[in-house]
């Protein structure tokens, strides 16, 4: 038996890596290009030949042969030792774990040639029937288990297999009453499953009548975890490395009658939501489009989108779609509607404008307290600032044209821990596209209505420029309750102004009525550290405008006083640096 040096011995690193990627010289004994582990466009991947070790300057991936091939095909080491031992022409022990998986594939095999052996018949008229071709069903190694309790068994101990090797893979069941063992497989078309390697880890059977349960799987075994397969895989994976988008269908035969089609990218999961593993192995096989094509209206499709798992949203372009006739992609084949059913990949809901879409409808716009709902719900998908989250990149750049927000305002909240738990009035107006000091004038007049007493915060120097804020600031004076301000103002152009502010200062939401008295006791200091906030913002507005004015001084002064003028605008720069810092002290 060989070793995993003599595997090594008899592999040239470049020539194994070569099969993934395509590389160039880079000097003595070094090759490059891009690495298969992340997105790149230029390349920051490197092979050293001489050491017999690769390394990626981007993702920082690295190792020797067999750590490459474990990345590249997701596989156990004992799984890439083989692969390679196989390719260099040695031969090697497989480990107790090792070979328990190796005899579940070779179990799994024995049942695919009994399945097979039994389709002619009724099985095979229903196949016909819907649409496949004998070479599809060739391709797709379609059989039958026939009726009765114990044909798979019987054929099992003339092969000299044990009942105990059968149920490992699944192909059995064990009454726990009587301690009986019977086919698990019985009156069903059979679907064998392989991983995306080709190997045969199970089954899928689906019954010829109406009887139930319409489809039965493999159960988990050492080798089927249907949570980290797809159907189809093994044959759609060979166009991901082009580019190609993978479509995610919901059954067996949709699978199957798409490919027959041309729809070479099919796949379905097996009863299971897409998970967090299937996304790392479609991302290590070179994914980035994913479109879920489901015979499902427009609302069920929009169930789907908001439940699919942050982790694909976050490492693929998500679409769903459905058939436009309204039936399963098989079907819609069958009855000659491919152009339809093109169309239909051609469209579909994406994702990402999807959740924006549906964090609106949710909150609305019309309210400071409506952005600011919107701002949270959508944050789990738009604080990834890893620049390969295109994903991430497109919500931000939705997010900023929906609610009217400055890209780097945006990233500057992310970036803040603090500003996200206590998102402010002060801090959406400041994010504003459209900031004027008015903006400014009107949030803080919004904090005053929660507390009057807080006016004497102020200095009283602030030159109002929103005239009704001026009329209500002199009228606030000496004010106990916004009531005292609002009495000033009844049947006046200012009573619906401050009416909106009011409520708008107060909006608990859809804050639970337990939490409304925690709610009422932290609004205040909410309040306070506002009108803060708002002052510094508002000096910070006004040490701006002057800058503005000194600049166009200096372009029409002599050059005597120029030199004046620009030592007062380096003053007032470093006198707004200092407010931006102690406002983010504050914050």
């Not at 689906?206 to 493999?218: A, F, I």
Request: aromatic content about 6%.
């Amino acid at each position: 038996m060989g070793t995993k040096e003599d595997v090594r011995s008899r592999l040239n690193i470049a020539e194994v890596v070569g099969e993934y990627v395509r590389l160039s010289p880079a000097g003595k004994g070094r090759l490059k290009g891009l690495c298969p582990f992340h997105k790149e466009k230029s390349p920051s991947f490197q092979v050293d030949t001489e050491q017999g070790y690769f390394y990626c300057f981007g993702c920082k991936a690295g190792g020797d042969v067999f750590s490459f091939v474990q990345r590249a095909e997701n596989l156990s080491f004992g799984d890439a030792l083989r692969k390679l031992a196989e390719k260099a022409g040695v031969q090697v022990e497989a480990k107790y774990g090792e070979r328990s998986s190796r005899d579940l594939y070779d179990v799994n095999a024995f049942a695919l040639e009994y399945f097979r052996e039994h389709l002619p018949g009724p099985a095979l008229d229903y196949l016909r029937r819907r649409g496949l071709t004998d070479g599809t069903i060739e391709s797709f190694e379609l059989g039958y288990a026939p009726e009765g309790w114990d044909g798979l068994l019987k054929r099992a101990r003339s092969r000299g297999l044990a009942e105990r090797q059968l149920l490992e893979a699944g192909l059995l069941t064990e009454n726990p009453e009587s301690g009986r063992v019977y086919d698990r497989f019985r009156a069903r078309v059979m679907f064998p499953i392989r991983d995306h390697l080709g190997r045969l880890v199970g089954f899928g059977g689906r019954v010829l009548d109406d009887s139930k349960p319409k489809y039965l799987n493999t159960p988990e075994t050492e080798a089927f975890k249907k949570g980290e397969l797809l159907y189809g895989l093994d044959k759609a994976r060979a166009g991901l490395s082009d580019g190609a988008e993978l479509v995610v269908v919901e059954g067996y035969m949709d699978v199957i009658t798409m490919h027959q089609h041309g729809f070479t990218g099919a796949v379905a999961s097996l009863g299971t939501a897409l998970t967090a593993e299937h996304a790392t192995l479609l991302e290590r096989l070179g994914a980035t489009r994913l479109t879920l094509l489901f015979d499902r209206d427009e609302a069920g499709l929009r169930a789907t989108l908001a439940g699919l798992d942050q982790v694909l949203g976050a490492k693929f372009r998500v679409r769903a779609t459905g058939v436009p006739s309204g039936k399963d992609p098989a079907d819609a084949l069958l009855a000659g509607d491919g152009a339809g059913l093109r169309a239909a990949l051609d469209g579909g809901l994406d994702e990402v404008e999807y959740r924006v879409q549906a964090a609106v409808e949710a909150h609305g716009l019309g309210t400071t307290e409506g952005k600011r709902r919107v701002l949270m719900a959508l944050l789990p998908r738009m604080q990834n600032l890893d620049p390969l989250d295109e994903g991430a990149e497109r919500m931000r750049t939705l997010a900023c044209h929906t609610l009217g927000i400055r890209p780097e305002a945006l990233l500057e909240w992310i970036g803040s821990k603090a500003r996200r738990r206590t998102l402010t009035d002060t801090h959406l107006a400041g994010m504003s596209v459209a900031r004027t000091e008015e903006d400014r004038e009107l949030a803080l007049l919004r904090q005053l209505l929660v507390d009057p007493s807080l006016l004497a915060k102020l200095d009283g120097t602030t030159p109002w420029r929103n005239e009704a804020v001026r009329k209500v600031m002199l009228a606030a004076q000496g004010a106990r309750s916004p009531d005292d301000i609002l009495e000033v103002f009844r049947g006046q152009p200012e009573e619906q102004l401050l009416i909106r502010l009011m409520f708008e200062g107060r909006d608990a939401g859809t804050i639970g009525r337990e939490n409304s008295h925690q709610y009422e006791q932290n609004v205040g200091a909410y309040a306070a550290a506002a009108v803060d906030d708002i002052q510094v913002g508002l000096s910070i507005d006004s040490l701006r405008a002057e800058v503005d004015l000194l600049k166009r001084q200096v372009a029409a002064a002599a050059p005597a006083e120029q030199l004046a003028l620009l030592r007062q605008i380096g003053e007032l720069q470093r006198a707004i640096e200092a407010e931006k810092r102690g406002r983010r002290a504050h914050a």
